[in-house]
């Protein structure tokens, strides 16, 4: 069973800090990892992709990736009220089928 | 761009019943169109995987003669829900993905809420 974990939360952090959202995925052959945002009763919209060890920054937001660790995060500088949301990381890549394993989520809380 | 929408975005209907849902990729074409469903505070689940001009690949579990999914075009996928009872009311969502994409990269529609009374 392919899963991917992330802490449900919530995060609470207040305005201007850093959010750290943490996420561990269990099929090493993964190629391909994203973070969307979910805003309460909407659909999720992506934010970022990555595809290669390291960081890749974009904006206020870093997605970072360790495939040895098998461990992908999402770091948001300068938090506002607005980035109140679910995170949701999503891992593919593991077939042909190019079908995304969605984790619960996280609820982070920024607070003004 | 990478725009898609959902019709209707809300459906109320009598247990029963048939409904179908559309989803339409808008400015850009998708031979690969995804269906999920969405339970209150809970995570995303795939359904099934529509490919144009083929048969759908549904997920374990999902019953494939109660979620039929049609995918006529390259910007048109179609799921109905047949004889609809009130343990199918959920935010169901499509999601595409390009055809000039070589990864996993979907655009998630804005969602249509089901319920069924």
């Known amino acids: 069973q392919k899963e991917v974990e992330q802490n449900s939360g919530p995060l609470s952090v207040p305005e201007g800090a850093i959010a750290s959202l943490n996420c561990t995925y269990s099929d090493r052959g993964s190629q391909s990892f994203f973070w969307y945002r979910q805003y309460s009763g909407k659909s999720p919209e992506l934010i970022m992709s990555i595809y290669s060890n390291g960081d890749k920054e974009d904006g206020r937001f870093t997605a970072q990736l360790n495939k040895a660790s098998q461990y992908v995060s999402l770091l948001i500088r300068d938090s506002q009220p607005s980035d109140s949301a679910t995170y949701l990381c999503?891992?593919?890549?593991?077939?042909?089928?190019?079908?995304?394993?969605f984790g619960s989520g996280t609820r982070l809380l920024v607070r003004p | 761009g990478a725009v898609v929408s959902q019709h209707p975005s809300r459906v109320i209907c009598k247990s029963g019943t048939s409904v179908k849902i559309e989803c339409r990729s808008l400015?850009?074409?998708?031979?690969?169109m995804f269906w999920y469903r969405q339970f209150p505070k809970k995570s995303l689940m795939l359904m099934a995987t529509s490919n144009e001009g083929s048969k759908a690949t549904y997920e374990q579990g999902v019953e494939k003669d109660k979620f039929l999914i049609n995918h006529a075009s390259l910007t048109l996928s179609t799921l109905t829900v047949t004889s609809a009872h009130p343990e199918d009311s959920s935010f169901y969502i499509c999601?595409?993905?390009?055809?000039?994409?070589?990864?996993?990269?979907?655009?998630f529609g804005p969602g249509t809420r089901l319920l069924v009374l």
């Open positions: 999601s595409a993905r390009p055809v000039d994409t070589s990864g996993e990269t979907q655009y």
């Open positions: 400015d850009f074409q998708a031979t690969t």
């Open positions: 999503a891992v593919g890549g593991m077939d042909s089928s190019y079908k995304l394993i």
